[in-house]
């Protein structure tokens, strides 16, 4: 799971329409902030999530099943989840840098085994430092 997190504007999104394009979905990701879960079909499943206006119990956009499942997730707004179930993830900051707006700054944290692995694929450093 690819917990984003960012404030609004940050990028998350335009990361998700990025990552959809290397897994070769034939459909331009949007933001599912009304809908909370879109779902896209390329070399693997990726499911879209978009917490931002959630106001009520997780279980109702059938989380479990997501999470529970061989698909790819990337989740905006992450901090709107328990904690427990960012167990096995990558954390991915999105922030603004100071110098000039425009330009962001992605901090990439694992957690677990399996975050530990992607941000390996990705390139990252393991270990208790953000990879930049």
Known sequence: MLCLVGDLGAG???FVQGLCQGL????????PSFTLVHEYQ??????HLDLYRLAGDLTEIGLDDILGGEAAVAVEWAGK?????WGE????????????????????????????????????????????
Do not use: C, V, W
Not at 24 to 31: D, I, K, L, N, Q
Not at 81 to 85: A, I
């Open 89 to 132: 993830s990558l954390e991915i900051s999105f922030d603004f840098d100071d110098s000039h707006r425009s330009l962001r700054r992605l901090t990439m944290r694992a957690k677990g085994r399996r975050g530990r692995r992607l941000l390996k694929q990705i390139g990252g450093t393991i270990g208790d430092n953000p990879s930049h």
């Open 12 to 14: 998350k999104t335009t």
């Open 81 to 85: 989840l328990p904690e427990k179930l």
């Open 24 to 31: 070769g979905a034939p459909e331009r990701a949007t933001s």
């Open 42 to 47: 390329g070399r693997l499943l990726l499911y």
